[in-house]
């Protein structure tokens, strides 16, 4: 294959392509800003050399089995205007079908650290490049736009936003928050629902011992002497061990009440849900781990314990979490995570049946475990800071590809 004379390799031939195809001036679109906290970021960069269109809604993820012809075409048009896309998170997936149908994109702006949902080998093969935002802020040392804040160690006491979250909603559920203010608002005007669940001494099951996970079990066994068990499919008790020393705390004797006992006890997934009196989930998705707590294990479950996922939707089956809630067999579960998001206006968690009539009660937020002021900034500064490079020609920061 040859172009004026020279020849193009097969391979490069998509990106070369590509390359011709894009428009004279860059235009970018900035995907799933709910909040409309993006746009400011890159009002600096002149119109004449950048055009910005956001988008505050979401559409369904292209390659969800539930999506529509019509909706994949939809998110097709949507995007293929632009020949760069600033995204948040996984909330947009960018599988290869999806890449292929969008010639003018040539930068994919990513935030966060995780993208399962990117198809990076196929952005190679068309040329995309692919940069992610760390949060570890801008590096050309141009001041921030918000009040820094210090950077704690986690054996002084810091912690990811998902970690506040997540004891947020167990403390939520366990001192019945949720339930107590809608009844004090409500017509009847009353007082107290039910008995709140002390967490002192009780049982924390942590399902996927990674920094999150880590975390949240450190807060547990410190703050209020909960016994901590621990469940993932390779863990071992010597990596469990490890791990309560990462985060500040003894391998052995953190838990007053078994001094003998490991910190973090690693056991099987049997008795982490037959023994705890909370679960929080903090494993990563694969196609593995889908369905991990499904109808074994929320029977296994003490009907006095409660449920919590901060991590992904899908690593609970719905069906299953949805018939053990209706019916009573559990205190609770505080859900932040959705198979699909938004989470639709027809879901059936979005309703106000939960805690009334036998029901177990029911916590949702619309996946706030990141969704906090420092990192959100952070993240659009280093996105900033990369379309600049990007725009001048330089080398690109963070690439994934």
Known sequence: MSYRGRPVKTQCLTAFTRRLTTQSKPSMAILDDYLDIAKPHFGHIPASELSITAFHSSLPAFNHPFTSSSDRQAIIDRLKPFSIISSMRERTPFPGDLLRELPNLKLLLATGTQFETFDLATATELGISVVAAPGRGRTDGKPSSRLARPKLDIKKGGSHPTTQHAWALILALARNVAADDAVMKGPAKSWQSQLALGLTGTTLGVVGLGRLGAAVARIGSLAWGMRVVCWSENLTQEKANQKAEEVGLP????????????????????????????????????????????????????QSAILVNTSRGPLINDTALYDALENGRIRGAALDVYDIEPLPADSPWRSTIWGTQGRSSLIITPHMGYVEDGIMHTWYEETAENLERWLRGESLLHRLN
């Open 251 to 302: 391998a052995y004797g953190g838990n007053h009440l078994d001094p003998e006992a490991p910190t973090f006890k690693a056991v099987s997934k049997d008795e982490l849900f037959t023994t705890a009196d909370v679960v929080s989930l903090h494993y990563v998705l694969s196609e593995r781990s889908r369905g991990i707590v499904g109808v074994p294990e929320l029977a296994q479950m003490k």
